[in-house]
């Protein structure tokens, strides 16, 4: 019987605080498509967060469409965007980029970040007619291998665009559990300063669906509406959407959940190093990698969800486990329980 | 003050039904993207409620988006679509279609709906490689104007599709007050074996967000997947979709809430009749248009909300006034008094 | 026997001069992909024909590819295009503006242009992201019924461009004939000065293949070589391109060659009317519509090509004659001898 | 002074047999849009030449265009295509494949080729629909580095492709390069036998411009018209490829230039070797790769056109020297006369 899936932070439908909000509306009638008071407050709320007054906020309901939507509003036909082969867009949204037209131009990466030195190689690699123009740089934060990039990392990778123009996008999905995450050097407001724009995840942070886009490059907010519509993207029940944000920025709720998330990776990989198990990388916020042997994670598989993620030797296994804004203190101390008896 | 708004049907948020299905679920982990148990259900009613067990459902999280993936993954790139003006891909998408690289063939239309003669016209006016190919057919149920397609003149549309090759889309975003109107000739199985894609939408008909494609044909399921998660429709948390939809299906909640929209109309259209006002069309569904002196619709506007639609002289002007699954009969009737007094 | 085809301006290859400055240029080798110095000589005589030193001018294979390289480079996803219904880009090329994302916004016209009425009308119905944003118009000089833009209409249509924020673009391929028409107004300095991008055909003056993209507004330059290749338009021996446009410009061959066609049509007009036949609408350039009686267009089109363009009456219709650089007095006489005959 | 370039095979305009051929159309008139006898009757010939009955042709400008039309005419939109890195249309098309709407998934490859093992690593990493499906892969032959696939190496792939339903691409520029290489085991019916789509390269091997887009695989050919004509590669004067490709395939004109071409690159190796200099990889067609050191490259440049490909060591620069069918025995003595001097 399984006791627990660790596979990913959207296995748990939404926070009650979320759905109690949405809840609490009743019949009021509001405007559609996102000109509703919700939403402009859930906004407002952002905009302060980032303490930036210049910022636009929208929002959208996932992450591949939050990705797309921007980053095709600003390329001109023949740009394109660098990013690691480990980016979301890179790897798992089929070609999102390429079908609304841009190549994305990806570089090998480390420990899924991208360096200052990779951009400038293919910025060399590029330089004229018979090849893209690459025009936007993309980062997640936190990464799709649980890693950060650091405040000096950050800065680095966005003078680098500055001084070539080009925009800095950052896909925050788990935008949470990196800025919440002890290992972190950055507030909103200096992630801000650095990019063009950027996204906050929802979705794997506590909501039903949903992602805020925050463009705090003001020559980027024009006629952004437009693409969102294009795209699919603009709900009629735009509130939908905003209510959730609202909830999340009222009350510190957003950065609670992240700070569970994070709180229980950091227990559950406690447990691996009691029990003498190392890390592919270091566990810097929900997602963890220890290494263990074959045997045993096929063992524990029989009641816990996780991936394999990468062979170490014929007999050592990198595993993902990911923690997520709903999981309980309870369930990580008896998985680590198991990991003793499973030895 | 504003007693109520009579501008579009998706002004409340959501049924309670829907949002208590939500919170139902409490902490239980399904899993992503549309594989969990509940979506699987709710795809089941679906196919049920058609009667067509080979059909496949989807879910996504708008309208425009539902048009956009499915239209795609149909046509090849020379490969158009036929919709009347008033459509909604030929009007209100921002052109999401031709941004996916096809043309919409215009096409008059009257009242809302297209004519066997007016396909024939366009494909007798295309006829080589100098122009697109016609290879689908765009219809609402019910229409942009709220007017609906008999069974006699859907069966005709279809017959000439399949016998020009054509593919026959249904947009669906009203679909429950078309199918729930006492002007209705047509049940939802009828329905489906004369399309090859629709969908029934739920945005409009009291959930928070969502529409279920379905795809009839056969021939067209092959990696639809692909499409949406491309597209940027593919939510990590499907369930949010599939829980509300099984909510809508499980207990008529889907055809008790149309058919308030469509009572709501009607009576609100009595209302109308009763104090000597025509209409530009019959009354069909939520969405009527009656006809009003310019100064009684000004004198209105102040305390209800309604488009100013046509003018029919300088002093005669049609109105649209929209129900929902969320007016109430005493709203309705407060406004039929306000109208006497207004006079 | 088919004595002479009036179908069309594009049935004969190549003028002479153009097949000799081929020719000539021997084993000598050039930059390639339109560097060399026969394009950039070609380049400078268009600039200085328009006198218009900050114009830019590329050149690429036929006008479909002109039209959507040109149209493409300057709109941003969400922009449209306005078209009279006749214009090849709505009427013939296979969706090829769509193809790139655009929707064309299709007017109707009267005699092949388009009018500031028909402009604003459009205008007047996008009003929100709900609705591409039309951003470009596009006219084409000579028309696809043979009229042409009086210096009077289009300055009127550039001023209502510049007024509302659109760029104007003018579809040259038969530039020669509107600019060299007894009826025209206008020089090519002024022409320049009203749009914002142009081409002038080769294709149906002279050449084996080839139109001159002429970019007058110096905000769309920028990297439009960029779009040239990305859209296969870029030859590797652009000087293919180059040495023709030199020929046809060097030595008013080109206002030559369109000189003929115009007089060709005219003369072909003149000996219509002599026999008493009337037009559809006034002979101004190559293309005339005499109208006939059916018969006798059956009778004539055992020896000549030309299309039946609109039945007038039962008995009447209105045929497309096309004359070109290449049509001889000879043929034109020998036909209005064998009209007589046939009546 | 510049004595010759080396840099690449498009630097001289056209074979005077070609030219002779346009020349002696003189004012017939043909079918417009490559529906003329010339074009047919040369699509009949290359048939004839690869033995496949079934096979269709069509002509276009242009290598970019020849790619993007196929490919785009193929792939659904979630579908992709394989390539090496040095592929042309992964590194020197401007993204055109991309701005059609699909990925390029690239593969490391060996001296321009990639191998099935590459292919096979490219499917099991793309394994659902978060991916792109790739259903494609790209060759060169000759490739981008001069090289060439032997009849095993292609059997292989070919095999590959069909045991997982892929399609196989061959982009032929330098195809006649490679089939008349000494090296060559390959005819041309072998050669479509493996693949599915391919073209034949005219621009790079005597022609003005244009390439023979062959379709092999029967189920590729519905419409293909409609995506030449979307793309912008219809041209309306058809016949001035058509006329081009008889003069090429009538008299062994293409194979005569092609051999001329590698006959000169194996002169002008057998200099290099004869004064003790080697290759970055074994010269097989038209481009090769020698081994100099740096100083004497630059002497060298003085008097002569190539490009510096890759430093090999501080002092040692692997240069790339390219002959076409107009390359002179002359030239080539010459130039390694002076080869000795510049020691």
Redesign the interface.
Known sequence: MMK??FK?D?????H?DV?AA??A?????????GLDEYTEKAARLIVKKISKPSATVHFI?????????TI??VL???E?IIAPQSGHIS??????I???????CTVKGENGKLSVAEIEEVLKSHHD?????PKMVFVSQSTEVGSIYSKAELTAISACCRENDLYLHLDGARLGTAMHSPKSDMNYQELADLVDTFYIGG??NGA??GEAIVICNEDLTT?F?????????????G??LG?QFLALFENQLYERLATNANAMALRLAKGFEKHGYGFLSEPQTNQIFPVLPLAMAEKLSQQY?FYQWQPISDEQMALRFVTSW?TRKEVVDEFVEDLSVAK
């Open positions: 627990y899936s990913n959207y296995s748990e439908l939404a009650p759905l949405l809840a509306v009743g019949d009021i009638q509001f405007e559609g498509y309901g996932g992450g591949t469409a939050a990705n797309l939507v095709s509003s001109r036909p023949h394109a790897a798992h949204e089929t070609g999102a390429e079908a609304t037209g841009h190549k994305v007619e018979h090849m893209v123009k979705t794997k039903l669906c006629d509406r437009y693409h969102l519509k294009q795209k699919g993207g603009l709900l009629a029940k509130a939908t209510i969800g709903a």
